[in-house]
T-cell receptor, first 115, second 116 residues
């Protein structure tokens, strides 16, 4: 069964305290791993897509990495405005395009950064 | 990134009525749109996938006669919750993707549905 597991469920950090969020997956055919940020009462905001093991992407204080079994979202020197729920999703299906691809989401990590 | 809008952002209705939610891709053509449902403190659950001009594909356990999806154009999809009941109260989020440009998938801001 295709599954995405995120840990920890919740994380509390002090401003400037770097940490990592984990997303482990077991899927039959990975067609991309996605990271999103979701603020309360809003839709997910796209952050990164990773396609192959060893790939890394960065955006401001965030860096996403991918291995064959998991992905990490590293947060360097976080600020209070980084507080949100971070969602990991994997795309499964046949091929890289087509309407039969779909995203399977993990439960998310609720991050709180305190000043 | 690409912009996806939803309307309305909030809706309150009486039990037994139908509610329509619109999803638009504002600056790109969405060859495929997705509808998700999210309960408080839970993750997104895919309800259905729709390709422009064809019937939606529903996920297992989702009643197609209750959640009517129409994807009439490359920029508009609608979700109609028919004969809504309190258990249909949830946060509904649409998503859109343009295969011709890239493989990214962008989400709308969501619609909070409350059925009294």
């Amino acid at each position: 069964e295709d599954q995405v597991t995120q840990s920890p469920e919740a994380l509390r950090l002090q401003e400037g305290e770097s940490s990592s969020l984990n997303c482990s997956y077991t899927v039959s055919g990975l067609r991309g791993l996605f990271w999103y940020r979701q603020d309360p009462g809003k839709g997910p905001e796209f952050l990164f897509t990773l396609y192959s093991a060893g790939e890394e992407k960065e955006k401001e204080r965030l860096k996403a990495t991918l291995t064959k079994k998991e992905s990490f979202l590293h947060i360097t020197a976080p600020k209070p405005e980084d507080s949100a729920t971070y969602l990991c999703a994997v795309r499964i299906g046949e091929g890289f395009s087509g309407g039969y691809n779909k995203l399977i989401f993990g439960a998310g990590t609720r991050l709180a950064v305190h000043p | 990134g690409a912009v996806v809008s939803q309307h309305p952002s909030r809706v309150i209705c009486k039990s037994g009525t139908s509610v329509k939610i619109e999803c638009r891709s504002l600056d790109f053509q969405a060859t495929t749109m997705f509808w998700y449902r999210q309960f408080p403190k839970q993750s997104l659950m895919l309800m259905a996938t729709s390709n422009e001009g064809s019937k939606a594909t529903y996920e297992q356990g989702v009643e197609k006669d209750k959640f009517l999806i129409n994807h009439a154009s490359l920029t508009l999809s609608t979700l109609t919750v028919t004969s809504a009941h309190p258990e249909d109260s949830s946060f509904y989020i649409c998503s859109a993707r343009d295969f011709l440009v890239n493989n990214e998938q962008f989400f709308g801001p969501g619609t909070r549905l409350t059925v009294l």
